[in-house]
């Protein structure tokens, strides 16, 4: 059999000297394929934990990286389609080109899948009812009186008085964020930690618990007392950790203990923390 008709697809046969730039391209399209999902995963690995937190700018990020993501991948499986067809006539093309097109499919099927669940499970983690807030927020406290004795060496006893001990724990964490800032999903956990344990000191203050939303939807999880008092102690230690000792968490404790009694004691004098702030 002559070697220059050899029709087999990996083989060399004649190549236009004329047009030595469309050898070039596929040979350059079939390496790309199989860069393009490396790309793809290094971009994913690099702003997944962004486009993870629950706010508007984390929903702008977790849509730009799905678009960023699929682009890589589709060119790539697009680039590999192109160099495996075109290429029958150069040596060693289709072979990477192949492997290119095989993981960019695999990984844009795995990566949009991913994205299905994840949004599957933020759905269903929203769907939660008032008795599940309610004992979230208490887990949540508990795990403060834990962190509070174990990391800051301080006892947290679900009184009035620990508030005090609570806005020093607060402090060091701004400081720590001012040092190197927390994320906006460390920020939250600390804000739902430590928010959760001021929400159930306050809850001993007369008919007080936990909601979904505030009534005029300023807030998310509220207390809020019989008297229609609503106030936000996750929103009160999310800002003092971000912003500092103008936020302090205890006048606004105070602005609302003072009028009210705990159920568990006698009422005794008002609590003092200095200037009151808006809650």
């Not at 486009?51 to 702008?60: K, L, M, P, R, V």
């Not at 192109?82 to 990477?96: I, T």
């Not at 290119?100 to 669940?117: A, E, I, K, R």
Request: net charge negative; with cysteine.
């Amino acid at each position: 059999m002559n070697p220059e008709t050899n029709e087999s697809n990996d083989a060399v046969v004649d190549i236009d000297p004329a047009d030595p730039q469309a050898s070039e391209f596929v040979k350059y399209a079939a390496h790309a394929s199989w860069l393009a999902p490396i790309a793809a995963l290094l971009v994913e690995g690099r702003f997944s934990s962004v486009a993870s937190d629950a706010t508007n700018y984390g929903y702008i990020a977790t849509l730009a990286l799905i678009l960023a993501v699929s682009i890589l991948t589709i060119a790539g499986f697009v680039l590999g389609i192109y160099a495996f067809v075109r290429g029958r006539n150069v040596n060693g093309v289709r072979k990477p080109a192949a492997i290119g097109v095989v993981l960019c499919l695999g990984f844009l099927v795995l990566f949009l899948g991913g994205v299905v669940h994840g949004f599957r499970n933020a759905t269903a983690n929203d769907e939660i009812t008032d008795n599940d807030l309610v004992t979230e927020m208490s887990l949540f406290a508990g795990d403060a009186v834990k962190v509070a004795h174990d990391q800051f060496e301080i006892p947290l006893d679900y009184s009035p008085e620990s508030i005090e001990f609570v806005e020093v724990i607060l402090a060091q964490l701004h400081d720590q964020h001012a040092e190197k800032p927390f994320t906006s999903s460390q920020l939250t956990d600390h804000a739902l930690q430590w928010g959760g344990y001021v929400g159930e000191v306050l809850k001993t203050f007369g008919d007080c618990d936990w909601a979904l939303e505030s009534s005029d939807g300023s807030g998310t999880y509220p207390i809020v007392c019989d008297d229609n008092t609503e106030v936000l102690p996750i929103d009160w230690c999310y800002v003092r950790i971000a912003y500092g000792a103008e936020h302090d968490v205890r006048p606004k404790f105070a602005a609302v203990a003072n009028g009210r009694h705990r159920l568990d004691a006698a009422p005794s004098s008002s609590i003092d923390s200095g200037p009151q702030d808006e809650f």
